[in-house]
């Protein structure tokens, strides 16, 4: 009750920053209108354009990059012999960001540009809210003509369209630490299905790929004989298409939802996250008169290989070559290399000019005052214009040689048309697809203004708090500002990291200045009593100083650098035995704090020994499953997969976890036993100090031993409560980024969000996730509670509060801003949005749950006496 007394503004500014994140997300991501029903033919369309296949197989093979699949060191050698041989025609498909597999299979299916709200539902695992049951897709329009279709592999189709496969089999998509068994329970069903003729589209989506991604990387050594598995899939697949009586009209579709970066993760907007494979096979393909592709090819350095289309033209592909509708808000275009499968030219317009008109359709819903008018745009040339002038231009121009076609009823003006409808289906397709959301704009105003009000109600307190200390708050406002006005710029969001780095970096440097000052103003007192403690002081800000340089080069991240050699990604790999000996020396280092901290019983000193020792063995055989690269040639080798390594990754992981909550049970009794508060914090950190490490890359647990030699160097610099408050502000911003963290979906760690967990929970996965990628926050939120003058009063404890709470806030506060002002940017949805989204962790899990929320937790289970 001392709290709420004293500390109303902080609770009621904590509880107005949750309820301004749902207000302004709730206007930010909103559901784009879509129009209902399904497409039907025209009666002008009505068997014009005969189907060329009637049964389709559509094979996805998760986060399969286009190199994947061309490149020399591919393991699709069957498919390249296809593509020579002209059966596959190769594609890359280009993948909007976000992505993720929702949004992408969305875009696939519908045609259309998902809401980026997916990027959220495509980590609800249980969510039915993003459902396309009531949406015109490729596959509704065959259910709709009575076909049947079935489904095996990734669940989020299941989820996507409830009730619209005969047979289904799913496997959950998140569950990462499998290579072998998502992939098993797909390839089981694919002979039993081979052999049926009662379905007319079978979709196959494949995990393992993408796992392997997310857990070592696009280089693993795994990921060779993952792509052979998949290239033997496709042999079995066209070898049954070629000998199998009911199969021989069937389209074999190989795709990836999207790519993957040189991290192995996605949801960015990279070159490697946006180019995947697309090959369209059959034996019919052999017969186009057109040149073979050459396969495999040199690697570009923007991944794209071949002819590169949008993601979404496979919808309207699909539909021309099943001969269905095409689904009423596809933004899709017809692939034109192949409209070589019909042979009748008038055919072939015919088909362009359907796509056309239902491209047509959706521009004039979006801007229903822009003229389509042959006769207004006679003159009009489209390499001037842009935007919906550009549509217009393209359509007249399309329309009049239609009509003079008509008239001369000539073929030879065939091959202008075809070129003028694609052009108006691209411009179209261009605009639509880049048009704003629609933003609900009182909702994103009400907002700011709750952000605004939380930010305001601590400003008293923040004034009064920098008056005592002027050099420490100048330095702090210059920060908030600083950080505010630089959310305005995309190349600054994206490198984020620089501003926290230097940051950091200035306020070692104040520091250093202050322990200078000090020393002056004890310049009186005895040389024996006064030399050596600030000499020790200078070495510790020194040390400060040069540790922080080091952490700048362990991972580099953001856009601009994220190729740099750096030590986690670079050094240790090639020298693999230098990392064992510092993770060792982290251990040994962890469990001998571990065991001071420990109460003075027999039992709870053997569990402090054994449980850093199950904490290493645990990362030996997580590395040596995942990482055995990391191994090679280490004397370590030998002793992965000892006895320990007989039990399950699950199960080893569950006995550290057990042994830490021991631990933290021993340091709640020890509390009420000994009324030793700061000695119970202390083992409570340390066993959280053991958590993360177990929690982190094993590349980064190093990281870990920095961090204890950073907080003993810190503690011998009498920091005042601000000063503690504000060095443990910017360490755990600088310390996220060091950690490999970025402002990119794609730098979200999964590498260790399954330590422990048998089956998928988004609970679970969820918690370990963030654990994962706020290890280093985290930690110095702990820490800052050691760092503490002992004899902190309430009110100084409040203000620590009141500072976070105000940073979090007005850094929350100038994100909104930057995206209600820039809602019309071209990096809206790859740069600004990530970051909100990023902003609203920063905010809820690591602010309200972890600093305010686990401060009062800790105040409560050891309140100071």
Not at 305 to 315: E, L, N, P, R
Not at 407 to 436: G, H
Not at 662 to 679: F, P, Y
Not at 758 to 769: D, E, K
Request: glycine share 6%; aromatic share 10%; charged share 15%.
């Amino acid at each position: 009750m001392a709290f709420l007394r004293s500390g109303w503004a902080v609770v009621l500014a904590n509880i107005l920053v949750p309820l301004g994140i749902l207000v302004f997300s709730s206007g930010f991501f909103p559901y784009k209108p879509l129009l209902p029903g399904l497409a039907t033919f025209d009666e002008i369309d009505q068997n014009a354009t005969p189907a060329i296949f009637d049964k389709v197989i559509f094979m996805v093979v998760d986060a399969l990059r286009s190199d994947f699949v061309y490149s020399n060191e591919s393991g699709f050698s069957f498919t390249q012999s296809l593509i020579r041989a002209g059966a596959a025609l190769p594609f890359t498909a280009h993948a909007s960001s976000p992505t993720v597999t929702m949004p992408r299979l969305k875009a696939m299916t519908t045609g259309s540009v998902p809401s980026f709200l997916d990027v959220i539902l495509n980590i609800a695992e249980s969510d039915t809210g993003s459902s396309l049951a009531y949406q015109d897709t490729w596959l509704a329009q065959l259910r709709a003509r009575g076909d049947r279709l079935v489904m095996y592999g990734d669940d989020t189709w299941l989820k996507l369209f409830p009730g619209m496969f005969d047979r289904a089999d799913g496997t959950t998509s998140f569950f990462v630490s499998d290579f072998t068994e998502v992939d098993n329970n797909v390839t089981r069903h694919v002979p039993d299905e081979l052999a049926q003729s009662d379905w007319s589209a079978m979709i196959m989506h494949y995990l393992g790929l993408d796992h392997i991604g997310h857990k070592a990387g696009p280089r693993s050594p795994f990921m060779l004989s993952k792509q052979q598995e998949m290239d033997a899939i496709v042999d079995n697949i066209y070898t049954a298409i070629q000998h199998e009586s009911h199969l021989e009209s069937t389209l074999f579709v190989l795709c990836g939802d999207h790519g993957m970066n040189e991290a192995g993760n996605h949801g960015g907007s990279s070159a490697g996250e946006t180019s995947p494979a697309l090959l369209f096979i059959s034996p019919k393909f052999e017969t186009m008169d057109a040149p073979r592709a050459e396969s495999p090819i040199a690697t570009p350095d923007d991944l794209r290989f071949y002819q590169t289309v949008q993601q979404s033209d496979i919808t309207a592909t699909l539909a021309g070559l099943l001969g269905l509708p095409i689904p009423l808000n596809s933004l899709g275009v017809f692939i034109p290399g192949l409209l070589d499968m019909w042979e009748s030219g008038s055919q072939k317009l015919q088909l362009l000019s359907r796509n056309a008109r239902q491209l047509l359709k959706i521009a004039q819903s979006t801007f229903p005052s822009a003229t389509f008018d042959a006769e207004a745009f006679s003159t009009c040339n489209p390499d001037n214009l842009s935007g919906i002038d550009e549509v217009q231009c393209t359509w007249s121009q399309a329309q009049k040689l239609l009509s003079e076609q008509h008239l001369s009823e000539s073929e030879e003006a065939y091959p202008a048309i075809e070129q003028a409808l694609l052009r108006f289906s691209r411009a179209t397709q261009e605009v639509m697809s880049s048009t704003a959301s629609n933003y609900d704009m009182s909702r994103l105003v009400a907002g700011l203004l709750i952000l605004a009000v939380a930010t305001s109600l601590l400003l008293p307190q923040i004034y009064h708090e920098f008056s005592r200390t002027v050099s420490t708050g100048i330095f702090l406002v210059f920060m908030v500002v600083g950080y505010g006005s630089m959310m305005f710029a995309s190349s600054y969001v994206e490198e984020e990291q620089q501003f926290w780095y230097w940051i950091c970096s200035g306020w070692m440097f104040y520091l250093h200045m202050r322990s200078e000052s000090g020393s002056s103003r004890n310049s009186n007192v005895s040389r024996r009593k006064a030399s050596s403690p600030f000499r020790w002081i200078k070495l510790a800000t020194l040390g400060l100083i040069a540790s922080h340089r080091v952490l700048r080069r362990w991972n580099q991240t953001g856009q601009k650098f994220t190729a740099e050699p750096d030590i986690a990604r670079d050094f240790f790999p090639a020298h693999p035995n230098a990392l064992w000996a510092l993770v060792i020396l982290t251990y040994v280092d962890s469990g001998y704090h571990l065991l001071a901290k420990m109460p003075s019983v027999a039992p709870a000193k053997l569990i402090a020994l054994i449980i850093p020792a199950l904490g290493f063995l645990f990362k030996l055989n997580f590395a040596a499953n995942d990482s055995p690269e990391l191994l090679a040639d280490t004397p370590l080798s030998k002793l992965a997969g000892g006895w320990l390594g007989s039990l399950s990754l699950v199960l080893q992981a569950r006995l550290v976890f057990g042994g830490l909550a021991c631990c933290g049970l021993l340091a709640i009794v020890s509390a009420k036993r000994s009324h030793s508060t700061r000695a119970s914090n202390a083992l409570f950190h340390e066993a959280l100090h053991l958590f993360l490490m177990t929690q982190s890359r094993i590349t980064n647990v190093p990281v870990f031993l920095l961090f204890r030699t950073q907080g003993t160097m810190l503690s011998s610099l009498n920091l005042t409560g601000i000063e503690v408050t504000a060095t443990t502000l910017i360490l755990q911003y600088m310390t996220f980024f060091a950690f490999g963290g970025s402002n990119s979906i794609s730098s979200v760690d999964l590498s260790s969000a399954y330590n422990g967990v048998g089956s998928y929970s988004v609970v679970c996965v969820g918690i370990l996730t963030f654990v994962s990628n706020w290890a280093g926050p985290i930690w110095w939120i702990s820490m800052g509670h050691l760092l503490r003058p002992p004899h902190t009063s309430e009110n100084h404890r409040h203000d620590s509060a009141a500072l976070f709470t105000f940073q979090v806030a007005a850094s929350l506060l100038s994100v909104m801003a930057a995206c209600t002002a820039l809602r019309t940017h071209l990096f809206i949805w790859t740069v600004f949005s990530p970051k909100y989204l990023y902003s609203m962790a920063w905010a809820m899990a690591n602010h309200v749950a972890v600093n305010i929320l686990g401060g009062i937790g800790l105040a409560c289970l050891w309140p100071r006496r």
